[in-house]
């Protein structure tokens, strides 16, 4: 299992481009990168999934780097409604992606 | 379509009783997941299942059951609740790939007293 290490908090303002990034050294070649974002008391919400390059969607773009080691969750624009955690996940299945603790992100006005 | 529907929303149980999470999803998804978060923690896989008639163990499965009778319906049994249990249930579903993305239902609040 791939293990995956994001920074615990951060802190943006609204308007703000926010980049979290995710460490993944021990990345298999058939694992997939895949971006959850949960607001409190609600269950995860899928942002993003991405293999290698650049992968971007309607709330997201996803860099990831010619090694793969790790990857950057790109947020442009942010507003309060953002402010939510955020989990980096790895695994070329979901029975084997773990989320860990997630970055907390806390939007500011 | 109403996607992932879970109940009971909230439990309250003694030590020892059981109880059964529903969990039921329209999408006519092959894989589903049940989930188990404590406070301030990340989502830990409790089971999961492939299809109808086919389930696993997960990261945390001890004290817990499930069966998968049905595409839609994949309840979760917890046996002699523990104040260990105490915790938020996610029921998930996703498609036809074991990589596609999950849908998650919205939680049911377990507390064991």
């Known amino acids: 299992l791939a293990k995956t290490t994001q920074p615990i908090s951060m802190d943006s303002y609204e308007g703000q481009e926010v980049n979290i990034t995710c460490s993944h050294n021990?990345?298999?070649?058939?694992?997939?990168i895949t971006w959850y974002q949960q607001f409190p008391s609600q269950g995860p919400r899928f942002i993003i999934q991405?293999?290698?390059t650049k992968v971007t969607n309607e709330v997201a773009s996803l860099f990831i780097p010619a090694d793969r080691k790790s990857s950057t969750l790109s947020l442009p624009r942010v507003s309060l409604s953002d402010t939510a955690v955020y989990y980096c996940l790895v695994g070329d299945n979901n029975n084997d992606m773990r989320f860990g603790a997630g970055t907390r992100l806390t939007v500011k006005p | 379509n109403a996607g992932v529907t879970q109940t009971p929303k909230f439990r309250i149980l003694k030590i020892g009783q059981s109880m059964t999470l529903q969990c039921a999803q329209d999408m006519n998804h092959n894989y589903m997941y049940w989930y188990r978060q404590d406070p301030g923690m990340g989502l830990k896989l409790i089971y999961y299942s492939v299809g109808a008639g086919i389930t696993d163990k997960g990261e945390v499965p001890n004290g817990y059951n499930v069966s998968r009778s049905t595409t839609e319906d994949f309840p979760l049994r917890l046996e002699l609740a523990a104040p260990s249990q105490t915790s938020v249930y996610f029921c998930a579903s996703s498609g036809t790939s074991q990589y596609n993305e999950q849908f998650f239902g919205p939680g049911t609040r377990l507390t064991v007293l």
């Open positions: 021990n990345i298999a070649t058939n694992d997939y």
């Open positions: 991405g293999y290698k």
